[in-house]
């Protein structure tokens, strides 16, 4: 048995919903990813990409075209943001990492990216049916994911409302594809990012941070 077939084979079976390995282990792993980015952790960025690359198996699993894109698009995003970390792009004159609120002129540019964003992007999936089935949801999903770690990467403590915006949506679409613990640890993110914003809230007030975990 090779690993993919592994992966996207059936863990075990809850409240009538079968559990996939691919599904489980991916968001174990975006869970581990969304609390080092609460704690500012560099290593954010290694999770969400390891964690969007097993995620990419389990909704193709599901025939799931625009989670399939999403989980893409997690990897990308990851791998810009680790090398701006990185580099310090994100980073105050003493070493910190730089935790602020958007400007109103940022705020709009957001907004207005994701508004037209998933306007596009789910103009392609009603155009080509093949890439998803369930295309509004999918488009807003994938368009808020991006807005979101746009956002992280920018240090803007708005990334934690985007999260939410998104798992409004995700939370019912997971369960309703048979993701079920999709979407059950789509509600233990809810719990993390509410935790996360109040922290990033609070620090964004009082100053720059350390950047955990530049150094390892």
């Known amino acids: 048995m090779s690993a993919v077939t592994w992966l996207n084979g059936e863990a075990f079976a809850a409240f ?10 991916g968001n174990v792993i975006g869970l581990l990813a969304l609390a080092l980015g609460w704690r500012r952790s560099i290593w954010t960025w290694p ?25 893409l698009l997690v990897i990308v995003v990851a791998l810009w943001g680790w090398r701006l970390w990185q ?11 730089a935790i602020r609120f958007a400007t109103w ?28 089935w369930n295309p509004w949801p999918d488009a807003y999903i ?8 746009v956002a992280q990467a920018r240090g803007l403590v708005e990334f934690w409302f985007a999260w939410l915006l998104v798992d409004v949506v995700g939370v019912p679409l ?14 233990i993110y809810l719990a993390l990012v509410l935790w996360g914003l109040r922290d990033w809230w609070l620090r964004s007030r009082a100053g720059a941070t350390p950047l955990e975990g530049a150094a390892a």
């Open 47 to 71: 999770a969400q990409f390891l964690s969007g690359l097993i995620l990419v198996g389990a909704y193709a699993s599901a025939q799931l075209s625009g989670g399939v894109g999403k989980q």
């Open 16 to 25: 009538g919903q079968h559990i996939v390995w691919s599904d489980m282990i």
């Open 174 to 187: 997971a369960f309703s594809s048979g993701l079920a613990f999709s979407g059950f640890v789509y509600l």
């Open 105 to 132: 002129r940022e705020r709009g540019v957001l907004l207005a990216g994701t508004a037209l964003g998933t306007l596009a992007v789910g103009g392609l999936f009603v155009a080509v049916p093949e890439l998803s």
């Open 142 to 149: 994938f368009v808020g994911t991006l807005a979101a770690m």
């Open 87 to 97: 580099r310090g792009g994100q980073r105050a004159q003493d070493g910190s990492i």
